[in-house]
């Protein structure tokens, strides 16, 4: 989806400065000789002693200048790995979507006996992942229980599925909200 805003984006400011360009070395607006500027000193003094001019102009750049800062930090914020480099043994290798493998681990997770949800991120290169998970444990849950379970099972599968020779992991844990029991 950033790939796509990003073309758009930056075919507009394209077609724009091509336009701008366009239209200046056309002539317009008409110039007589050289020595012609493109903007006389009556227009650029016009606007002034108009009591609107300036806020309206600081304004306007004050919202580009956070739609740009917003456009650059949206490209630094890639937090989720696209692909993985799986090793096929003929040196060529193959990807696999970064996705698949969240998927592939998230349902593993979420088939553990005592996990109520779970998310997973994969960060890193993609030659080296590594793998946020989430846990939102059921109330009667053992979290060691559960570690051992995501070490043993999910990561483990994952990892020799996509042929790592290590997939290290952060999961953080948290107990669902739960009622309180009632003694009857």
């Known amino acids: 989806m950033l790939s796509i805003v990003n073309r758009v984006l930056l075919g507009v400011?394209?077609?724009?400065?091509?336009?701008?360009?366009?239209?200046?070395?056309?002539?317009?607006?008409?110039?007589?000789?050289?020595?012609?500027?493109?903007?006389?000193?009556?227009?650029?003094?016009?606007?002034?002693?108009?009591?609107w001019w300036w806020p309206a102009v600081i304004a306007a750049l004050a919202v580009l200048f956070v739609l740009a800062l917003c456009w650059f930090l949206a490209q630094l914020r890639r937090r989720r790995l696209q692909e993985v480099l799986v090793e096929t043994g003929d040196g060529e290798g193959a990807l696999?979507?970064?996705?698949?493998?969240?998927?592939?681990?998230?349902?593993?997770?979420?088939?553990l006996d005592g996990v109520e949800r779970a998310h997973v991120l994969l960060r890193g290169r993609r030659t080296t992942p590594e793998a946020r998970m989430g846990l939102v444990l059921e109330p009667r849950a053992e979290p060691t229980r559960m570690l051992d379970g995501v070490r043993a099972e999910a990561l483990e599968r994952a990892r020799s599925s996509a042929g790592l020779e290590r997939l290290p992991a952060e999961v953080r844990l948290r107990v669902a909200r739960h009622g309180a029991e009632r003694a009857r």
């Open 13 to 51: 400011v394209g077609l724009v400065l091509a336009g701008v360009g366009a239209v200046v070395l056309a002539g317009w607006p008409p110039s007589d000789g050289r020595n012609d500027v493109l903007l006389s000193r009556a227009d650029r003094t016009r606007w002034r002693d108009t009591g």
């Open 96 to 111: 696999l979507r970064g996705r698949a493998l969240e998927s592939a681990l998230l349902a593993d997770a979420e088939s």
